[in-house]
């Protein structure tokens, strides 16, 4: 697991920012860490960074305990936390060139190609030779990825990537991100939008609150919720009959469409069985709930979606 917690907790002066979060990021994920604004996020991950010490609690990140084991595990992790301060007069190869300078860790005989090798992960190349204020949000951003990037990293921690960006920039971080998961880092990445961490993780990790309420896979987050069957039909009051005998629960019926909970039932069965019956089946779905849904069982409250 290359980011794993226990009982990790910030208690600042009145509030109790992050409650016993047990954090679990297995190797290879895009892992979705979503929450709305205050919920907790970013205190989490200066705390797997060590710019936050922990009120109480253990981090493991690379495997090895943080704390104690900083030095080797902070230079296989590249950071985006609140945005490096570039150089508004410099162009990017030359921000990035005194950031690397500045690293204790680089190779300074290697620094050219690596900034390079960087800016080109990013799609900058072609721009490397312009100031940083001439550049857009969504290059500025992947600036700052770009920077993350300058070492070979096996985990990737992004704390809200997209926040600021107008759509085209949005597009691209989101597809950076993409690409570096397929390269084989593992990429945690904090985000207020559903939609956003629907689209571009594989596994996610609820916050609400200072608690994490819900992670796993985002398969696993459909599969342990309710799925629901809708049947389009004229005959709505015998396909109700029917999906009752099979053992579907809370059914219901409009003029055109019946819906119910399929629970245990084999969705396979039930146009079989419709058939059967002889009752004209003009549509038949089953629905897994959005994320959306799932974040709404979990917490009793709606999600701001569009943020
Ligand atoms: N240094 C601090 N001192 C006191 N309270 C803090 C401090 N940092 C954060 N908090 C509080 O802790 C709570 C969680 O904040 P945090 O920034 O971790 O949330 P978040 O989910 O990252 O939200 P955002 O997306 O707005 O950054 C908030 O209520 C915030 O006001």
């Known amino acids: 697991m290359p980011v794993l917690t226990r009982g990790l907790t910030k208690q600042f002066r009145r509030q109790t920012a992050v409650k016993a979060v047990d954090l679990a990021v297995p190797a290879g994920a895009v892992y979705g860490f979503l929450g709305p604004n205050g919920s907790?996020?970013?205190?989490?991950?200066?705390?797997?960074?060590?710019l936050v010490r922990p009120t109480a609690g253990s981090i493991e990140m690379l495997g090895l305990p943080m704390p104690e084991r900083a030095g080797e595990t902070l230079r296989r992790i590249g950071a985006l936390v609140e945005g490096p301060a570039f150089h508004p007069y410099l162009s990017g190869r030359a921000n990035l060139a005194r950031l690397d300078a500045a690293d204790g860790h680089s190779d300074a005989r290697t620094s050219a190609h690596r900034i390079?090798?960087?800016?080109?992960?990013?799609?900058l190349l072609a721009a490397a030779t312009k100031r940083y204020r001439a550049y857009s949000l969504g290059m500025r951003q992947r600036l700052a990825i770009a920077n993350a990037l300058l070492m070979p990293r096996d985990l990737l921690i992004l704390d809200e990537p997209t926040n600021g960006l107008d759509p085209q920039g949005t597009r691209e971080v989101r597809h950076l991100v993409g690409d570096l998961a397929a390269d084989g880092a593992t990429v945690l990445v904090s985000s207020h939008l559903l939609a956003?961490?629907?689209?571009?993780?594989?596994?996610?990790?609820?916050?609400?609150?200072?608690?994490?309420?819900?992670?796993?896979?985002?398969?696993?987050l459909a599969a342990g919720t309710t799925k629901t069957v809708r049947v389009d039909t004229d005959r709505t009051a015998d396909a109700a009959r029917v999906l009752a005998e099979l053992g579907l629960t809370e059914v219901t019926s409009t003029p055109t469409r019946v819906s119910a909970v399929l629970g245990p039932v084999e969705a396979a069965k039930i146009v079989p069985e419709l058939v059967h019956a002889?009752?004209?089946?003009?549509?038949?779905?089953?629905?897994?709930?959005?994320?959306?849904?799932?974040?709404?069982?979990?917490?009793?409250?709606?999600?701001?979606?569009?943020g």
């Open 40 to 50: 907790g996020k970013t205190t989490t991950i200066r705390m797997l960074l060590g």
């Open 116 to 123: 390079d090798a960087a800016l080109d992960r990013v799609g």
């Open 196 to 220: 956003e961490v629907e689209q571009m993780c594989s596994h996610v990790g609820v916050m609400f609150e200072g608690e994490l309420v819900s992670q796993g896979s985002m398969a696993d």
């Open 278 to 306: 002889d009752v004209p089946v003009l549509g038949f779905s089953v629905q897994s709930p959005s994320l959306e849904d799932v974040f709404v069982s979990l917490t009793g409250e709606g999600f701001d979606v569009s």
